[in-house]
């Protein structure tokens, strides 16, 4: 475990990524390899796990699979991308893998229901960016600097000897355009644009990419968005007077206009624009009952230290927690905590 007051961790050292290479290359024929990713999963978590899967077919492991906690079910903008068919139910997935490798998850308590494979597995392997990574795994990398998971899915793949093809590419780009906003936040650095080159040289569509992705949603969600935003509430004074922009949905919302839960993903998209706040705030009510919190900053408030002391993670200015009680409760206890989290601009 990292302590967190020891500050970010850096980049994975030389003999970090030499472990990782031998943990693939030392690998029996017939060994069982087991991809799992972040619940809820999202465009880097799904992304840098099937680019990463196709990669290891490549490289002749027979016995792969690839899951993630929850129902099985993969978001609709999602539903392209090659490599699908490495996915199984959590509950088909090899009970014990020789080689477990994670995807995107900060923390063991993004595994779900799978996090046990970690200690039956022969070996555990964490590739991930997020610098509140605990490094539960028997080898970590874990580079903050990194964009996107994708990126140090790219670097191993590179060092296992494996060349980018169009299908790798695909699912590696969706993961580098989605955690960066394609190509819009911070962490936009000139590195990121280089992997992005070498991506589409292999002939893949950004613009077919980008629309499947970003730009295309079911009707009833455009209602639906619409609604949540109509009720949206702005409170100028929180954070230290930076401002709060806050709405929420329901299931009960998401029945209404016949949408499942993954639609709300993107509804922070339309609430952070808000001018007025340099904070903004999605309350998404899910299955399980209790409500998925989604925080982002303009560059005023450290969200990953609001979202760390409510029990989630995340990045300094993208982050999310699981809340319990009633929207008011759940905004309140942001609230309390955003003074805190200011940071020195
Ligand atoms: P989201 O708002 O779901 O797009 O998530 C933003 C960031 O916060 C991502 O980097 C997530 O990995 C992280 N995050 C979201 N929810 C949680 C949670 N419950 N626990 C830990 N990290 C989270
Ligand atoms: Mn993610
Ligand atoms: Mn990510």
Redesign the pocket.
């Known amino acids: 475990m990292t302590d967190p007051a020891a500050g970010a961790p850096e980049a994975p050292t030389g003999a970090e990524w030499a472990a990782a290479v031998a943990a693939v290359r030392r690998l029996p024929a017939d060994a069982r390899v087991l991809l799992i990713c972040?619940v809820n999963p999202?465009g880097d978590a799904l992304g840098s796990m099937l680019g990463f899967g196709l990669g290891l077919r490549r490289l002749g492991v027979r016995q792969l699979q690839a899951t993630f906690p929850g129902p099985p079910e993969v978001p609709e903008p999602f539903r392209w991308l090659p490599g699908l068919d490495l996915l199984v139910p959590q509950d088909a997935a090899y009970p014990d893998p020789d080689l477990v490798i994670c995807f995107?998850a900060?923390?063991e308590?993004?595994l779900g229901d799978l996090v046990g494979r970690l200690g039956s597995a022969g070996a555990s392997l964490v590739l991930d960016h997020?610098a509140s990574n605990t490094r539960f795994g028997d080898i970590n990398l874990v580079d903050p600097h990194a964009a996107a998971t994708s990126v140090v899915a790219e670097g191993l793949l590179d060092r296992l000897g494996v060349p980018l093809d169009a299908d790798i590419a695909a699912c590696l780009y969706v993961a580098l355009s989605t955690d960066t906003g394609s190509f819009r936040f911070e962490a936009t650095t000139p590195a990121v644009h280089e992997m992005a080159a070498r991506l589409l040289a292999t002939g893949i569509r950004p613009g077919d990419i980008s629309r499947r992705i970003f730009d295309t949603r079911p009707f009833g969600a455009v209602r639906l968005f619409g609604e949540a935003i109509g009720r949206a509430r702005l409170e100028p004074g929180a954070a230290g007077g930076r401002g709060l922009v806050w709405t929420y949905a329901t299931l009960d919302d998401l029945a209404r206009h016949d949408q499942p839960p993954y639609v709300l993903?993107a509804l922070?998209d339309s609430v952070r624009c808000t001018a007025e706040a340099d904070v903004s705030c999605v309350v998404k009510q899910t299955p399980a009952g209790d409500w998925?919190v989604?925080?982002r900053s303009k560059g005023a408030v450290d969200v990953s230290r609001v979202?760390v002391a409510l029990g989630?993670?995340?990045?300094r200015f993208?982050?999310?927690?699981?809340g319990r009680g009633s929207v008011d409760e759940v905004v309140d206890s942001i609230r309390a905590e955003l003074d805190g989290a200011l940071l020195a601009v």
Do not use: C, K, P, V
Request: net charge negative; hydrophobic share 35%; aromatic share 4%.
């Open positions: 972040h999202d995107d900060a923390s308590s993004r997020h993903e922070i998925a989604s925080l979202a989630g993670g995340g990045h993208a982050a999310g927690f699981t």
